[in-house]
């Protein structure tokens, strides 16, 4: 089944460029996302999905930098249920 666009709203907003981000939506994955990741999922960790991520929702890498942590694993967790629900339901995304 297609993946479909999914909103993560950030329990803590962050404020970059003078945007400020109350959420971040992901695109459907299509192969564009996909293209850098490694083809072992055991390779991937927080930078690879937090890369994904910024391609897939078009919101600028430092924005992820600046997140808290508990509004990054819920990013990370989003977008390992986009790209493999398996990897989400493993834990496998928890970097």
Not at 15 to 30: D, F, H, K, N, P
């Amino acid at each position: 089944m297609a993946s479909q666009p999914k909103t993560v709203p950030l329990s803590e907003p962050v404020e970059w460029a003078g945007m400020i981000y109350s959420s971040i939506t992901l695109q459907a994955v299509r192969g564009r996302h996909l293209r850098s990741l490694p083809i072992d999922e055991k390779q991937m960790n927080t930078g690879t999905f937090l890369d994904l991520a910024s391609r897939m929702s078009g919101v600028p890498g430092d924005v992820f930098d600046l997140m808290c942590a508990d509004d990054v694993r819920a990013v990370i967790a989003a977008v390992a249920a986009q790209i493999n629900p398996s990897l989400a339901a493993t834990g496998a995304a928890k970097s």
